[in-house]
Structures are given as structure tokens and as C-alpha cells.
């Protein structure tokens, strides 16, 4: 158990990075699947819904636990939250085109295409960051 500790606060930014991502990601997964199935919400609107919630979690989970972020000023804050949103944004649009192609070209399954869809922007996240 000891070295299991030492691996883990080795490792610990890196443990919660891909911890909170995962969690992330399923958020965005089932808050899309939930307004698109369940309520009929057209599938673009449950997307950007679902894409606005999850980065939301991400800020708070990256500044909280990952990075442990300490803002001192509301500007400050207001700054760093509209930074992170910026450069998701990139990835919201690479994302909204993949869920028109795979949806409303393709004709594909809604979840199988967001599943897919998240796949790709998490190494695109990956990529801008």
C-alpha cells in the first residue's frame, strides 16, 4: 500500500488529469444522451448543452484537484474561466461537425457518434492544450 502511495502523489497530477477526464467525459456522454433520447431535444442543442456542462466540470475539476488553481481576484477568475472555455471552444467545433457528419449525413446512431466524437476530442483537448 505504501508504494502504491508513492506512485500515486508521483503520478498525481497526471492520475487526476485522466481520473476527472474520464469523468468528464461520461458527463458529457450521458447529459447528451439523456436530452437527445429522452427528451427529444434536437441533437445539436443536447450537444453544445452537454459540451457547456462537461467543460464546465472540467474547469472546476482541473483547477480544484488537478492543478490545484488559487485565483486571488474575480477578475483573475473571470480571466482563467474565459481562457479555458477559449481554447474548448476549438474543440466544440470540431465536435458539432463530427455530430452533423456521423448524424445527419451519415445517418449514424446519436450515442455510437458521440462516443465516437469524444474519442477524437480528447486527443484534439490533447492536442491544443
Not at 1 to 12: D, N
Not at 17 to 27: E, Q
Not at 50 to 74: C, D, E, G, P
Not at 115 to 128: K, L, M, P, R, S
Request: hydrophobic share 55%.
Amino acid at each position: 500500500m505504501k508504494k502504491i502511495k508513492l506512485i500515486y502523489a508521483r503520478y498525481a497530477n497526471l492520475t487526476n488529469y485522466l481520473f476527472f477526464g474520464g469523468l468528464t467525459t461520461l458527463i458529457n456522454i450521458i447529459v447528451f444522451t439523456t436530452l437527445n433520447h429522452f427528451t427529444g431535444l434536437n441533437y445539436q442543442l443536447a450537444n453544445v448543452i452537454a459540451w457547456f456542462l462537461s467543460v464546465l466540470f472540467a474547469y472546476i475539476t482541473n483547477k480544484r484537484w488537478v492543478f490545484n488553481s488559487k485565483t486571488n481576484t474575480n477578475t483573475a477568475l473571470v480571466r482563467e474561466l474565459g481562457s479555458f472555455f477559449f481554447f474548448r471552444i476549438l474543440s466544440l467545433l470540431l465536435d458539432v461537425s463530427m455530430m452533423w457528419l456521423g448524424i445527419s449525413i451519415l445517418k449514424g446512431n446519436p450515442l455510437l457518434v458521440k462516443v465516437i466524437d469524444n474519442i477524437v476530442i480528447i486527443a484534439a483537448n490533447y492536442v491544443f492544450t
